[in-house]
């Protein structure tokens, strides 16, 4: 089973993505796009991704901003499956600006 990661190297990780924020209980992130369209281009463009790894962020969409939230709720907090997750998502964030 995944460890959930302590503060310091949640800390250490969030230092590594692009606009995320939390502590170990769980990292978010929110953009903004263009357009409603783009935002659920995104949306769906991390739900693929998601399937891929098996493990599912929080999402909130409210038209053109996108929260993302992620923390892996078998074990209570973040851990490394998270951390990648969140690295996918700011590739198809670069991608979609």
């Known amino acids: 089973m995944a460890e959930v990661l302590d503060a310091e190297a949640v800390r250490a990780e969030l230092a590594g ?6 502590d170990p209980a769980g990292i978010g992130r929110t953009v903004e796009l263009p357009g409603f369209p783009d935002a659920i281009g995104v949306v769906d463009r991390v739900a693929l991704v998601a399937e891929e790894l098996d493990h599912h962020p929080d999402i909130d969409i409210r038209w053109r901003t996108v929260t993302f939230r992620c923390a892996t709720h078998s074990v209570g907090g973040v851990t490394r499956r998270d951390v990648e997750l969140a690295r996918r998502i700011d590739e198809i964030v670069r991608g979609a600006a």
């Open 17 to 22: 993505l692009d606009g995320w924020t939390g």
